[in-house]
């Protein structure tokens, strides 16, 4: 069975750092690319970064490039998410999430770990 | 990247059909075969239901099919039930982004 287990999150203040991971089980994790996604309380989701099965091909998207950096290590079967300079708008609940392929659709997602920016 | 627009919310009642449309432009829904629909009850992560346009992975309802013609996909459900009741979110690979999501249909089963 496929598993994706966020952890990570809590409360940060703005300018704070954070580092999220996922521990990845029930299948061949370095052959999977990977993602993360969040979702703002009471929003939508928001697809915040990917990251290729061998870490050769990274994306952000551009609310968060520069800030956050996304990093995996298929030893551990486990991808992070290191957040830096946190703003509140960064405030949500952020999902790992696997992909096939940069195209691919995201069949399995975690059960998202509360990332909550405030002062 | 803007989002894709869906109806904030549709409803039905149960053994109706409804569905839920996602408009994009051509460098996104209109572009590529790479839609998708999730379904999300309340606290709870998204489950994917329909990719690539049309295709159910396993274990989804039958009672789930995707569309798509120009630059709008849609999701059907039919003969509705309660446990449909859910939030349904489109989303596509882009010439840009490369993924952008819609924002989102609340479905109501009356």
């Known amino acids: 069975e496929v598993q994706l287990v966020e952890s990570g999150g809590g409360l940060v203040q703005p300018g704070g750092s954070l580092r999220l991971s996922c521990a990845a089980s029930?299948?061949?994790?370095?052959?999977?690319?990977m993602n993360w996604v969040r979702q703002a309380p009471g929003k939508g989701l928001e697809w915040v970064s990917y990251?290729?099965?061998?870490?050769?091909?990274?994306y952000y998207a551009d609310s968060v490039k520069g800030r956050f950096t996304i990093s995996r290590d298929n030893a551990k079967n486990s991808l992070y998410l290191q957040m830096n300079s946190l703003r509140d708008e960064d405030t949500a609940v952020y999902y790992c999430a696997r992909s096939i392929a940069v195209a691919g659709h995201f069949d399995y997602w975690g059960q998202g770990t509360l990332v909550t920016v405030s002062s | 990247q803007s989002a894709l627009t869906q109806p904030a919310s549709v409803s039905g009642s149960p053994g109706q059909s409804i569905t839920i449309s996602c408009t994009g432009t051509s460098s996104d829904v209109g572009g590529y075969n790479y839609v998708s629909w999730y379904q999300q009850h309340p606290g709870k992560a998204p489950k994917l239901m329909i990719y690539?346009?049309?295709n159910r992975p396993s274990g989804v309802s039958n009672r789930f099919s995707g569309s798509k013609s120009g630059n709008t996909a849609s999701l059907t459900i039919s003969g509705l039930q309660a446990e449909d009741e859910a939030d349904y979110y489109c989303s596509s690979y882009t010439s840009s982004s490369p993924w952008v999501f819609g924002g989102g249909t609340k479905l109501t089963v009356l």
């Open positions: 990251i290729s099965s061998s870490s050769s091909t990274i």
């Open positions: 690539e346009v049309s």
């Open positions: 029930g299948f061949t994790f370095s052959s999977y690319s």
